[in-house]
Every structure is written in C-alpha cells, then in structure tokens.
C-alpha cells in the first residue's frame, strides 16, 4: 500500500510565496494544488500563495506588490493609512506612471496616472509581509495631491484632510509649498487652500 503523502508544508517555504517557490522548493503542481484545497495554503492571486499559518496581511496589497511592484497608494487610500480623512476607501487608490499597463487583478483598484517625473516624489515604502513591501506617499505629498486633484477627489476631502495634517506637531505650510511646486499649478491651489482652511 502506498504511503499517504504528508500534509506538512516544506519549511524552506516562505509565509508568503510563488508559484516558482514552491516548485524550487520541491513542490509539484498537484501537490501545491492539494495543500491549497485542504486549507494548509490559500491563493492570493495568480501565481501568488500564503500559508495559513502565516500572520495575517492586507491580501489586495500582497496581490499589487507582487504583480506591480512599483505602485504607490495615493490620494484618499494614503489620506486613510496617514490618519488624515474619516473616508474608508471602498477601492484602492494607486499611482502608476503614464504609458505603464496594471495586469488583470482580483484587488479592487482605481488607478491614478501620474507623470512619470514626479512619480517618485514623497513616495515612502510600507511593508506587508515577507519582504513584500508597496509604494505609499508622504502625508505631505498625498495632501498636494488632494488639494491638485480635489476637482476630483472633492473640496471637502481636501479641506479636511488639510486641516488635520496642519494640526499635527511640526507641520509647516512651507513644506506643502515646496512639495507643491513639482506640480504645474499645485503651488498657487496649495496657497489657496492655505487661505481658506487658516
């Protein structure tokens, strides 16, 4: 009689791992797909697993850092991570640079197209679990983009969002000021919102 296979993960697997780990790791494809159906693994996206008895993480973040590593959280959904707006994204704000394709994804996204040379400024790396880490801007930066984009994002998530980052210890205008001047017209619409929230 056939020995039963084991049920046990290998232990070079990582908490959070590929579809190529698991197969280095010595793993085939129908065993990846057992484990995955008895509950000892769960699939976070295509390609990308987790052990269930790894701590817990944000799955739509896993899924964007691994499938488009250079997003970055933006607008509302940093306003949120910051502590600077009461809104609960009902979807996740990322910036991409023009031209740049997101694939398919199970995440529920809005994707914000940004110039490619300002892209990076304010952007500060969060991690989420394994190494994984995902791009989220500065509260100064997430801020400039508000008071910029608030034809979109609305005046009063703006206004607000203003407001509570100048009551933080240590905010200075000035810093808004010079984050906004990167922008083509960010500084004069920073300066108004200045006037109107002080």
């Not at 952007?123 to 801007?137: F, K, P």
């Not at 994002?153 to 001047?181: C, D, N, Y």
């Amino acid at each position: 009689m056939p020995a039963k296979p084991s049920t046990q993960l290998p232990s070079s697997l990582p908490p959070i791992f590929t579809y190529s780990d698991a197969i280095a790791a010595g793993l085939s494809a129908e065993r990846l797909y057992r484990y995955r159906d008895e509950g000892h693994l769960e699939q976070v996206s295509r390609g990308l697993y987790r052990r269930t008895d790894a701590p817990p993480t944000d799955h739509n973040l896993l899924e964007i850092a691994h499938r488009v590593p250079e997003a970055t959280l933006c607008l509302v959904t940093a306003l949120a991570r910051h502590g600077l707006t009461d809104v609960i994204p009902d979807r996740i704000d990322v910036a991409i640079a023009r031209g740049r394709r997101i694939p398919a994804l199970k995440a529920p996204l809005d994707v914000h197209v940004f110039a490619k040379d300002t892209l990076g400024l304010g952007r500060e790396a969060i991690r989420i679990g394994n190494g994984l880490t995902i791009g989220l801007y500065s509260a100064e930066r997430s801020v400039v983009d508000v008071v910029r984009l608030r034809h979109r994002e609305g005046p009063q998530i703006a206004w607000g969002a203003l407001r509570r980052w100048l009551r933080r210890k240590g905010a200075r205008p000035a810093a808004l000021i010079e984050m906004a001047r990167s922008f083509h017209g960010a500084e004069r619409a920073v300066r108004h919102a200045l006037e109107v929230v002080l």
